[in-house]
């Protein structure tokens, strides 16, 4: 897509799709058992609680969604990550640095929420969500429009837990914290 000008517009349009970041499967029967609809909705309660406590400044409960082994990325406008956390103790340390830098309100709004992949006998699923995320601070303002894509595993007490976690913001309104970049 370009501008009136001819120059490209930032982010290209459908960047995820187009650089490999997701790959979105026709609609097509699958399966609708109770076991997959309860692991559905769990894993949907993993987006709404992880996005919730991150509005809430509640670092434990973001870091309480993800394995112990955890990736998470973070890009813009890009399927190339400007920043990258491993294991739940770096997020934590990491995550807690960002949000103490951040002196407004954030509230994320989560929907589009797809199971792409869902095995239930080995545990493991892959799923996709969109934001947009408001910032009110003497005002409100739109912060951001995100992607997440995700892969979840099943862990031993049954939650849905984020084993990898890529956020894709289309663009982002004011200056990334310091404590997010490399």
């Not at 031993?156 to 490399?182: H, L, N, V």
Request: include cysteine.
């Amino acid at each position: 897509m370009t501008t009136k000008a001819g120059a490209p517009t930032l982010p290209p349009q459908a960047w995820a799709h187009r650089q490999g970041k997701i790959d979105m499967r026709p609609l097509e029967p699958g399966d609708w058992s109770a076991g997959a609809l309860a692991a559905r909705a769990q894993i949907t309660e993993a987006f709404n609680r992880f996005a919730t406590a991150h509005d809430e400044a509640r670092v434990d409960v973001v870091v309480s969604c993800f394995t112990e082994d955890t990736v998470f990325e973070v890009a813009q406008g890009s399927a190339e990550p400007f920043t990258r956390f491993t294991g739940r103790a770096e997020l934590f340390d990491r995550l807690t640095r960002i949000i103490a830098e951040q002196s407004d309100q954030r509230r994320h709004v989560m929907g589009n929420i797809l199971v792409e992949r869902l095995d239930l006998a080995e545990g493991t699923a892959a799923a996709l969500a969109f934001s947009v995320v408001t910032v009110a601070a003497d005002g409100l303002t739109l912060g951001a429009s995100v992607i997440y894509t995700a892969e979840l595993r099943r862990e031993d007490d049954g939650c849905w837990r984020f084993g990898y976690f890529f956020i894709g913001m289309d663009s982002y309104s004011g200056e990334r914290p310091k404590a997010g970049e490399k």
